[in-house]
């Protein structure tokens, strides 16, 4: 009962005063005016996997009890989805940037924020809430234009639990059950969001529950954890097969999120394709082995640490071959910012995109800076040059964008990358980060003329 009152104090004093989040609904039109040519150097702290936030963030809300999660990133994309879920009717406490209280008990099962329609994973609402309520009602989900994203996986996997799943007028996903028991799923692709959605929905059904042909990412494992820490029975989670054991209901839990790979992915080859020496900290080596061995592979010096990896670059880079392919394979967020740094090896690359049918769109925007890419269905075939020009370049998606930041870090002159909203959907203060390095990047609202700012930048870096 005391809990109760708090909680309603709570509840009020939150519904009163602003979300104290940094961002707004809607995407502020912003551009990175980049002078290339500076190597990076110094030290980089990682933020928490975003793609673990969102699966957590969504789980969150299945205990009736205060959730503390910490480690969590001030992204576009995870303060969309606490807005969402405030909506709802959660207590949603911001206690910082990096660290929020979640109450679920007051949480409706039917979302209608605009902006699920934005991203990908809104999508993890409708596990949560199935598992909870055994009804549920979310947006079919946006997320970056890679490529066709289905979610079949999900579907089948729900239907197999015992729920009717639709997607009623206006591209709304409904699914409801009288219960959830517990199954034996072979999922036909290998989906992280599958694999997780499923998986949430079969925490709180009764029975056993397998989940064959599973993903395997860092960001599974520690959605699972995270589950396990509220009282979950998961077992496998990181392997082929992953074991449920229904449970009545979750109960409160502070729980701190992993480092997030695909940042950490990126600083490491910012720093080889600038030749500079960059000590990436707050890292797990272990979820990095992929792209520390191709690093090392095509002559970057790579040094691990308990938390942290050195990387530095003095020399013109070899070529590689690459293939993008589920965890622990090269991972596909990480084949934009690569095909980047080949496109200025020595010699021949190729890069192989065996996960999105249609991840290559940014290569054209390389090309307008002097990269040699010929793309042949889902392979791309680089000619490594000796130097990129810069000019004004446009991010399609969250991952080609910071890719294209890399190459204005390298190319001879100014750059111009437009559309960085997309950048932040993932990636915390990217520019803030990368001045700390020594780039010269400076974030500027869309609408401010870049020919002028450039000449003062030009004047500030002559002074
Ligand atoms: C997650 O997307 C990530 N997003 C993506 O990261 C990442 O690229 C992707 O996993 C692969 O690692 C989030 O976690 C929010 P999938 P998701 O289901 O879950 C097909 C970033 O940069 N598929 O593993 O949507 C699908 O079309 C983003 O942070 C089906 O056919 O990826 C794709 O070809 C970009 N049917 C492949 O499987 C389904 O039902 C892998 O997709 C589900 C997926």
């Known amino acids: 009962m005391l809990l109760k009152i708090v909680l309603e104090i709570i509840y009020k004093e939150n519904q009163r005063k602003d979300m104290p989040f940094r961002h707004n609904a ?28 969102l699966g957590i963030v969504a789980a969150a809300i299945m205990s009736d009890d205060m959730v503390t999660i910490e480690n969590l990133p001030d992204v576009w994309d995870i303060n969309v989805l606490l807005d969402a879920i405030k909506e709802m009717g959660a207590i949603v406490d911001r206690v910082d940037r990096h660290t929020v209280k979640i109450v679920g008990s007051m949480c409706s099962s039917a979302v209608d924020n605009e902006n699920m329609r934005k991203m990908r994973g809104s999508y993890y609402l409708l596990g949560a809430l199935l598992g909870k309520y055994k009804r549920a009602q979310v947006p079919l989900p946006g997320g970056c234009n890679i490529g066709s994203r289905p979610v079949e996986q999900h579907i089948k996997g729900f239907k197999q639990l015992g729920a009717k ?42 029975g056993v529950t397998i989940l064959e042909n599973v993903a395997k990412e860092p960001h599974i494992v520690d959605v699972a954890n995270f589950l396990n820490s509220m009282g979950a029975n998961i077992k496998g989670a990181g392997t082929d097969v992953i074991k449920i054991r229904g449970v009545e209901k979750l109960h409160g839990s502070t729980y701190s999120i992993i480092p997030d790979q695909i940042e950490a992915g990126t600083f490491m080859l910012a720093a080889a394709a600038t030749r500079g ?187």
Do not use: W
């Open 277 to 463: 020496d960059v000590l990436i900290k707050n890292v797990i080596p272990k979820h990095m082995e992929a792209i520390s061995a191709k690093l090392s592979e095509i002559g970057a010096e790579v040094i691990e640490n308990d938390d942290s990896i050195r990387v530095v670059a003095t020399e013109r880079l070899s070529s590689a071959q690459i293939k993008t392919f589920a965890y622990p394979g090269f991972p596909t967020d990480m084949q934009p910012q690569m095909t980047t740094l080949l496109a200025l090896s020595n010699g021949t690359s190729t890069v192989t995109e065996n996960i999105f049918d249609n991840r290559f769109k940014y290569v054209d925007e390389l090309t307008r800076m002097g990269a040699s890419i010929k793309v042949e269905g889902n392979v791309a075939i680089i000619t490594g040059v000796e130097q990129l020009t810069g000019a004004t370049i446009c991010s399609p998606d969250l991952r080609a964008g910071a890719a294209l930041v890399m190459a204005g870090l390298v190319a001879k002159d100014f750059s111009v990358v437009e559309q960085v909203e997309y950048i932040e959907r993932g990636y915390e203060e990217f520019e803030v980060k990368l001045r700390s390095l020594g780039a010269e990047i400076e974030k500027v609202p869309d609408d401010v003329d870049e020919i002028t700012y450039i000449k003062k930048m030009r004047l500030k870096s002559i002074s």
């Open 26 to 53: 809607s995407f502020i039109m912003s551009k990175y005016i980049i002078k290339g040519g500076k190597p990076l150097a110094g030290d980089v702290i990682i933020n928490g996997a975003k793609n673990a936030a």
């Open 165 to 206: 799943v639709e997607i009623t007028y206006g591209g709304i996903l409904s699914a409801e059950a009288e219960s959830l028991k517990g199954s034996h799923i072979f999922f036909d692709i290998v989906s992280v969001g599958a694999t997780i959605n499923v998986m949430l929905a079969a925490t709180l059904s009764s």
